[in-house]
Structure formats: C-alpha cells, structure tokens
C-alpha cells in the first residue's frame, strides 16, 4: 500500500510539475508576444513619421516652387519733343502690351492713353511695343502763346503696368 501511495504521489507531482512548467511557458511566450507588440507599435509610429514628413516636404517642394513675386517689366525708354510732339523712343528691355497705360500731366491737366494709341499699324501687328519702336504723341499741347513769345507749359509722363500696378518709366517734359 506504501508503494501504491507513493506511486499516486509521485504521479500527481509529475502531474503539478507538468502543470507548472506549462503556465512557465505559456508566460514566456506571452512576454514574447508582447514585446514584439510593441516593437510593431513602434515601428508603425516610425513609418507614419516618416511618411508624414516626406509628404510635408513634397508639398513643401511644389508649393514653394512657385514664384508669387509679379514681373516686373525693364524698359529704357527715351522722351524728347519735337514741337508739339512728345516721342518715346523704346531703347531695350521687355516689350510692353499695348494696353499700358501712359498717363500725361500737362499744366495739371491730366490725360490718360495706352500704348496701343499711338503704335503705328505695323507695329500693333504683334500688339506689343518692342525694342526699336517709338510712340509719337501729337494730341497734346505742350506750348502755349502769350503774346509773340511760346511758353512750354510744365508736365510730367508716366507709364504704368495695369496688370502690377507698377510705374515702368517717369520723366519731366
């Protein structure tokens, strides 16, 4: 009987053994399987960073690859007169549309024309006025008689570019 009991004692610690060494295990690789959890969870932070902050910098790249500075056109232009005549000579630079605008201020009387006025045909061809061109402006009066003498009366000349409100060219006459 001693023998029987102490094979049922030594069979139920095999089995208490076995049980044991089993929840050993199962909390092994329950460690296991959370450490690699957070491995994961690291990694995705890593990759969603990463993809965030190179989406940002392609944005950044096309956004900013825009220029939002107007052009501004360069002129060198040359104003004489001639009589009654006021003559614009374009010297270099851009050409300018025909809708610019020429503002003329004769003895305070004020007078606003555009480019395409005073091109000859040949040249509002292109609708620009370019290198070599000139304006000849002829509906002004820039003397005026007192008594036997010609007095020139005092004015001022102005092209602007509507398009970015910006003064191209200002001169006294």
Do not use: C
């Not at 606003?112 to 061809?125: A, E, M, N, Q």
């Amino acid at each position: 009987m001693n023998r029987e009991i102490i094979s049922q004692l030594s069979s139920m610690r095999h089995n208490i053994g076995s049980v044991w060494m089993g929840k050993r295990i199962k909390r092994k690789s329950l460690k296991k399987k959370r450490s690699l959890e957070a491995v994961s969870e690291v990694l995705e932070t890593i990759i969603l960073l990463g993809m965030t902050v190179s989406f940002f910098s392609i944005l950044y790249l096309f956004v900013f690859s825009f220029s939002f500075a107007p052009v501004i056109p360069t002129v060198q232009v040359l104003a004489t007169t001639s009589g009654d005549n006021i003559i614009l000579y374009h010297q270099g630079g851009d050409p300018l549309p025909t809708g610019t605008a020429i503002l003329l201020t004769i003895d305070d009387v004020p007078y606003t024309r555009t480019i395409g006025d005073y091109l000859d045909d040949t040249s509002k061809i292109n609708s620009q006025w370019n290198m070599g061109e000139r304006l000849v402006i002829d509906d002004v009066k820039l003397y005026e008689k007192q008594g036997n003498n010609l007095i020139k009366l005092p004015g001022q000349i102005k092209i602007i570019d509507k398009a970015n409100n910006i003064m191209i060219f200002y001169g006294n006459i």
